[in-house]
């Protein structure tokens, strides 16, 4: 059972639009620097591919056939994940765990810019029989489980715009976050809401973005020049896709996630034994949920410790420094990806100005969104056994 690194990473994006490229060549792009990261070649060094693609999103039937060439997978096997792709990373972890890959590159992508009619993919996504056929968009869901939170702890529109404010905030240090802005509750206040109480942003906008990570085992890590950071555990499930069968505060399957990766990383207490977080953060409660239900902070305590500085890029425990979903926008199911790599950058210490400055152990937790509740967490460290 050999251990598992991350020893390459590279994206390029995120951004608004990609006009510039085809979504191949945004993967081409990632590939490149990936590979160039580690010192590899993927004709030669690798020995599986992982694509995390969705056929509606790509527009294209069967599109990993699409994804062979741009990552150098010439006469290697390569298969597809449909689904968030933190369980990608899951499926490539597995592979070399088996003692039968040494190297694994996983690549996901999102060319939103392509898309038209996003919300009738998520449509399509809905229960056939009883959610469908209501014809209204998916969105409305996270606008009840927003003002059920704020109704249920007894908290006002102004404290759920702190997340969004943190967030965006700590995005001006980071040259990714094309989303980033300087706001303060007064000018939330005056924006307009799209899904009451969510205004336009409290919700993450959709982003074009490319990630290619290479995992290797630990024997093959030792014979490359690279910056290994360990993945220490990583576990995912999903429970019914039914909206109408949920809670509106559903902590389960997030708790479930956190649970199975403290428990196989030895973590008794998160809050203390883990030293920053990167969590899906695509509507401005999710945040909280996500928090809670993680175990870092108490059920509906989490927006109080929000406005506390807690989750500061200065406090006791930082939460999406990066700028989060809501500064770099979500890249449809390469967001897990794409945590994955503000976290790998932390950990390397090569963060530049939002650089933290005793970065060792990062936790991430990814949620496909919006109407299901496929939910993936893991465990990175920089302290590993090279």
């Given at each position: 059972m050999n251990e598992v690194c991350i020893i390459g990473i590279g994206s390029y994006g995120p951004s608004p639009t990609s006009k510039e490229v085809?979504?191949?060549?945004?993967?081409?792009?990632?590939?490149?620097?990936?590979?160039?990261?580690?010192?590899?070649?993927?004709?030669?060094?690798v020995d599986a591919f992982i694509a995390c693609e969705e056929d509606y999103n790509v527009g294209i039937s069967i599109s990993n056939e699409f994804s062979v060439d741009q990552l150098g997978?010439?006469?290697?096997?390569?298969?597809?994940?449909?689904?968030?792709?933190?369980?990608?990373l899951a499926s490539g972890y597995m592979l070399i765990k088996t003692g039968q890959?040494?190297?694994?590159v996983v690549e996901s992508h999102s060319k939103f810019s392509n898309i038209d009619t996003y919300e009738k993919i998520l449509e399509f996504a809905m229960d056939p029989l009883y959610e469908r056929y209501l014809e209204i968009h998916p969105y409305y869901y996270a606008s009840l489980q927003a003002r059920y939170y704020l109704n249920k702890f007894n908290y006002n529109e102004e404290d759920l715009h702190l997340v969004t404010v943190k967030n965006k905030r700590n995005g001006l240090k980071n040259p990714r976050a094309k989303f980033a802005s300087n706001l303060d509750l007064k000018d939330l206040k005056n924006a307009p809401k799209i899904f009451d109480p969510l205004t336009t942003a409290d919700i993450a906008p959709n982003s074009d973005a490319f990630y290619v990570i290479v995992l290797a085992s630990k024997d093959f890590a030792e014979k490359v020049d690279s910056k290994p950071i360990w993945i220490k555990s990583i576990y995912w499930c999903s429970e019914t896709s039914s909206l109408l069968l949920r809670d509106l505060y559903?902590?389960?399957?997030?708790?479930?996630?956190?649970?199975?990766?403290?428990?196989?990383s030895n973590i008794s207490n998160p809050r203390n034994q883990l030293d920053f977080a990167e969590i899906d953060d695509r509507f401005a409660h999710s945040e909280l949920l996500h928090l809670e239900g993680a175990n870092f902070a108490k059920?509906?305590?989490a927006l109080k410790e929000v406005s506390m500085g807690s989750f500061d890029y200065e406090g006791d425990f930082p939460v999406n420094v990066s700028g989060g979903y809501l500064s770099l926008g979500v890249p449809l199911d390469a967001g897990g990806l794409s945590r994955v790599y503000e976290a790998c950058l932390q950990l390397r210490k090569e963060a530049g100005r939002m650089q933290l400055s005793n970065a060792?152990?990062?936790?991430?937790l990814t949620w496909r969104g919006v109407p299901t509740s496929t939910y993936c967490a893991a465990i990175l460290s920089n302290e590993g056994s090279i």
């Open positions: 085809s979504f191949r060549e945004g993967v081409y792009e990632a590939a490149v620097r990936a590979y160039s990261d580690c010192g590899i070649d993927p004709r030669k060094d997978a010439r006469l290697r096997p390569i298969c597809t994940v449909c689904s968030e792709s933190l369980a990608a890959f040494d190297v694994v559903d902590l389960k399957p997030i708790k479930q996630v956190s649970e199975k990766v403290y428990e196989k059920q509906g305590e060792k152990k990062a936790f991430i």
